[in-house]
């Protein structure tokens, strides 16, 4: 993983951060990047502070990681403390743009061609699939969101056929020729994915773990399967922001990694150009950087291109700027947080060196502030004033009778620890421990958490809960008078199916 260093810090202040003591907890890549400052490769620090003012401030937008690279050195990193480098961290579609690469390598190596219908790959199905446009599909209709279908078909595809999707894919005809339209279309990769792994005999994790992660250093990733075994695809994937970056350096560099030829160029070239518009015509769509065309499970940007995944994981690669920028955070405003980056970032590209006796500083202060980067605790006192004794041992129930944000939290438990006061979340006969300290009080399992909270008033106890493995946080809050507990996403997991699954997925080998 990227060192500690005057600028590009990978050490966030760890002074209200409990660290994991399992030996498992610890992950990281096989070598470190190359480091630099700012100044050295033309980059203006002032600017990058300029836009960690911009994203802290901003009332909607959580920022958990930023990396950014140029001229293939790092010149700045950081983590918002709890998140640490070595954390795994959920991609969501993200993961569509590490699909995408192998299959290209899958195609490098005569394995798959992007021209060849996909039920060719798939002839245990050719009877039931009737309909011509179905029949007609190309893995590169797939492959660049093509499918001819006007919606998302990933639902219905799944009903058709729970255990096999690419079936019940190709058994929805699209309403328009292949080729023709875009409709942003989880079955789509599904099916892309599915095709790599059966040529391949290999997971998406496995054919990549030789091919792409080893060569560029990439540590330990994760990738959720389906009840076929199969790994989605679309989304699901689970690595630190040190993969993010390392592959939009790949890209970058047109598929060289310290000189050897990774990925071909030609499929790069392919995967970054917009193959169907993405334009609704509105007036709005110049602004907009999800109207600027698809490739290949990349999407074209006002400014380079992106993998892009849900509440802000970002792989942004920008050829004219000869730079990277890799982000993990929690939002729902991605058009804003891109903006931000246009309107900070851009600017701090230089084309030469910067004279370190005016630009040290900066770069210096950036380290600075890059090291002490920190979610704030929530504001609470630590004991309820005058009502200690009241709060042992209690449990509370949904307000309501029934918890709408997480339907399987039935109970929350506050009690007395050897280690102080712990808050337990019960799933039916599955139970989440968690305890209450100073800042954030991290604990390793059964899902990863940070913790925060205490009492707002002396009936009021309210704790957020970081699943620290995803983007994502859950406030949970307790009144004493009634008995009840509240509970509230600020990004509503999209896949999750208890609190124990928001964790980065093990599979035996």
């Keep these: 993983m990227p060192s500690a260093h005057s600028v590009s810090s990978g050490a966030p202040c760890r002074a209200a951060v409990h660290r994991p003591s399992r030996p498992e907890a610890v992950r990281t890549s096989a070598r470190p990047l190359p480091v630099s400052t700012p100044a050295e490769q033309g980059v203006d620090a002032s600017g990058i502070t300029a836009f960690l003012d911009a994203v802290e401030s901003a009332p909607d937008i959580e920022p958990h990681s930023l990396m950014i690279l140029r001229h293939g050195h790092l010149v700045a990193s950081g983590w918002w403390a709890p998140y640490t480098p070595e954390r795994l961290q959920l991609l ?25 219908p996909v039920l060719s790959y798939f002839p245990e199905f050719d009877a039931d699939i009737t309909d011509p446009r179905s029949r007609a599909l190309l893995v590169r209709h797939v492959a660049a969101m093509a499918s001819g279908h006007l919606v998302d078909t990933w639902g219905d595809a799944v009903l058709l056929d729970p255990k096999e999707t690419v079936r019940g894919f190709l058994l929805i005809p699209p309403d328009r020729e292949p080729g023709t339209v875009f409709a942003y279309n989880q079955s789509a990769t599904y099916a892309l994915a599915s095709i790599v792994q059966k040529v391949t005999g290999q997971s998406l994790t496995g054919w990549l773990r030789t091919r792409l992660f080893d060569p560029l250093g990439i540590g330990e990733t994760a990738w959720t399967r389906n009840r ?22 790949l890209y970058l560099g047109q598929g060289i990694w310290e000189g050897r030829r990774i990925l071909p160029a030609s499929w790069i070239s392919e995967a970054t150009r917009a193959h169907v518009s993405t334009a609704d015509g509105s007036p709005e769509g110049a602004r907009s950087d999800w109207q600027q065309g698809y490739g290949l499970q990349f999407w074209r940007s006002r400014h380079g291109y992106r993998g892009d995944g849900a509440y802000g994981q970002f792989c942004v690669v920008l050829p004219e700027h000869d730079a990277v920028i890799a982000t993990t955070a929690a939002t729902e405003q991605l058009q804003e947080l891109l903006n931000l980056m246009w309107r900070h970032l851009l600017p701090v590209f230089g084309t030469a060196p910067l004279p370190a006796q005016d630009h040290g500083g900066a770069d210096e202060a950036l380290g600075r502030r890059l090291a002490r980067l920190a979610l704030p605790p929530v504001a609470a006192t630590p004991e309820p004033a005058g009502r200690t004794h009241v709060w042992s041992d209690t449990a509370f129930t949904p307000a309501g009778g029934h918890c709408d944000a997480v339907p399987t939290l039935t109970r929350v438990l506050v009690a007395d620890g050897d280690q102080g006061r712990r808050v337990t979340l019960v799933e039916g006969d599955t139970r989440l421990d968690l305890r209450l300290g100073t800042g954030w009080t991290l604990d390793e399992g059964p899902a990863p958490t940070a913790v925060s909270g205490g009492w707002t008033d002396p009936d009021t106890l309210s704790v957020d809960v970081l699943f620290v493995e995803t983007p994502h946080r859950l406030t949970v809050t307790c009144s004493l008078p009634d008995g009840t507990f509240t509970a509230r996403w600020h990004t509503t997991p999209l896949h999750a199916r208890s609190l124990h699954s928001l964790r980065a997925p093990s599979y035996p080998a």
């Design 92 to 116: 969501y579609s993200l993961s569509k743009s590490f699909t995408s690469t192998a299959a290209g390598l899958a195609a490098a190596e005569g394995l798959l061609d992007l021209d060849e």
């Design 228 to 249: 076929a075994g199969r790994e989605i695809g679309f989304s699901g994937m689970h690595a630190a922001t040190d993969a993010i970056a390392r592959l939009g350096q």
